[in-house]
Each structure stands twice: as C-alpha cells, then as structure tokens.
C-alpha cells in the first residue's frame, strides 16, 4: 500500500474494539515494516476522519477502494 491510497476494512476481519464503521474509508498516512517484528509483514497507519487514526496496523485488515487516488507529493 502506499501513502494516500483510499482503503477500507477487508470482509470478516476484526481489528480490536474499534468504533469505526466497517463501511468506513480511510486514506493510508504511511507504510512500513517493522524491523523488531521480523514477519516482513507490511503495517499501515489509516486516518478514518472522524473517527481517528489506526496506527501500526496489518496492511493485510484493509482493501483498497474503487475510488482509490494516490496524492502527489509535495
């Protein structure tokens, strides 16, 4: 995934106790792996305006959206 992609919630997964509706899209603020994890697994922050960010999540809980735009750079 990459920074400013438009993703939502994959069908069936859980994350936690969120309060974020599972129709919700969020757009990715970044993405990483850790190296302290060692999986290789990549992990994304998503900012769901208004209901908050998700910070160090599996990219593989999101989906990208039909109406999926990576912004420019500034």
């Known amino acids: 995934m990459?920074?400013?992609?438009?993703?939502?919630?994959r069908q069936g997964l859980k994350i936690g106790d969120i309060t974020i509706?599972?129709?919700a899209a969020g757009v990715v603020v970044c993405s990483y792996k850790l190296l302290a994890d060692r999986s290789g697994r990549e992990r994304v922050d998503v900012d769901f305006r208004p209901y908050g960010?998700?910070?160090?999540?599996?990219?593989?809980?999101?989906?990208?959206?039909s109406e999926n735009q990576v912004q420019p750079a500034a």
């Open 2 to 9: 990459k920074t400013g992609q438009r993703v939502r919630f």
């Open 21 to 23: 509706p599972k129709d």
């Open 53 to 65: 960010i998700l910070w160090a999540q599996p990219a593989e809980a999101f989906e990208t959206t």
